[in-house]
C-alpha cells in the first residue's frame, strides 16, 4: 500500500515532495493518493489500535510528507471516519454486486440480501471496524448508528426496491415496500443482537433465518 502511495507522491532525500513545485497533482492523481492513505491508515488502526496510531506513523507508512496527510485529514480523527467510511463503501459495493446476482423470485431474492446482512454484521473484519469507530468524537459518530447510518440506508432501499420491482412483476403489489423492507431489516437487526454477536454466522444458517423471516412477511400466519 506505502509504495502505491509512494509511486503517486515521490518524496526527495529532504522529505520535499518531488516535483511540488511544478504545482499541485490532478484530481485524479490526488484521489488516487487520499485512498492509498485511507487504505494504508486502515491497516495500521485494525493492526495497532486507535490510540496507539499516530498521524506520523501513518505518513511515514505511506510514504508521504506529514504536510499532505494534514491536508486532507486535519487530525486522526477524520482519518479514522474516512477510514470507517470507506469499509462501508466496500461492503456495501460487495452487497450489491451479491444480490444483482443472487435469484429472481421474490422471496428467495430477498432472502439472499437479508442473509448477506446477516453474514457481513458477523465478519471479524465488520466487527473491527465498529469496535474502531467507537473511538470517533461524537460530532464525527453520530451518523453511524441506527437508521441515520447511511450504510443502513442503502440496503433499506435495496430491499425496498427489491419488493417494489419482483412483487409488481408476480402481481404482488405492497402498499408500503419502505415500511416492509424497515420490517424486514428491523427483524435481521434483532436477531443479530441475540444471536450473532459473539461468532461468525455461516452462510447456510443465515439463509434459513432469513428465509423464515420472508415467509413470515410474504404468508403470515400461514407460515406459523
Request: proline content about 3%; aromatic content about 6%.
Amino acid at each position: 500500500m506505502a509504495a502505491s502511495v509512494a509511486a503517486a507522491e515521490q518524496t526527495t532525500g529532504s522529505g520535499r515532495v518531488a516535483g511540488a513545485g511544478r504545482g499541485r497533482p490532478s484530481a485524479e492523481r490526488s484521489a488516487e493518493i487520499t485512498t492509498g492513505i485511507v487504505r494504508c491508515a486502515a491497516e495500521i488502526f485494525l493492526a495497532e489500535g486507535y490510540e496507539a496510531t499516530s498521524m506520523e506513523a501513518v505518513a511515514r507508512a505511506v510514504g508521504v510528507p506529514k504536510s499532505t496527510l494534514y491536508k486532507r485529514f486535519p487530525d486522526k480523527a477524520a482519518l479514522l471516519r474516512a477510514v470507517v467510511d470507506d469499509f462501508m463503501q466496500q461492503w456495501s459495493a460487495r452487497r450489491g454486486e451479491r444480490s444483482s446476482a443472487g435469484a429472481q423470485s421474490l422471496a428467495e431474492n430477498l432472502a439472499e440480501q437479508l442473509a448477506a446482512v446477516l453474514v457481513g454484521a458477523t465478519n471479524p473484519e465488520v466487527r473491527s471496524v465498529n469496535r474502531l469507530a467507537m473511538n470517533l468524537p461524537e460530532s464525527l459518530g453520530h451518523e453511524l448508528s441506527g437508521r441515520t447510518f447511511w450504510g443502513y440506508r442503502a440496503m433499506h432501499e435495496r430491499v425496498a426496491a427489491t419488493i417494489r420491482r419482483l412483487g409488481a412483476e408476480r402481481g404482488v403489489r405492497a402498499a408500503d415496500p419502505e415500511r416492509l423492507a424497515e420490517t424486514l431489516l428491523d427483524l435481521t437487526a434483532g436477531w443479530l443482537v441475540t444471536h450473532g454477536t459473539v461468532r461468525q454466522v455461516r452462510r447456510d444458517e443465515a439463509l434459513a433465518t432469513a428465509r423464515w423471516f420472508v415467509d413470515l412477511a410474504i404468508r403470515g400466519v400461514s407460515a406459523w
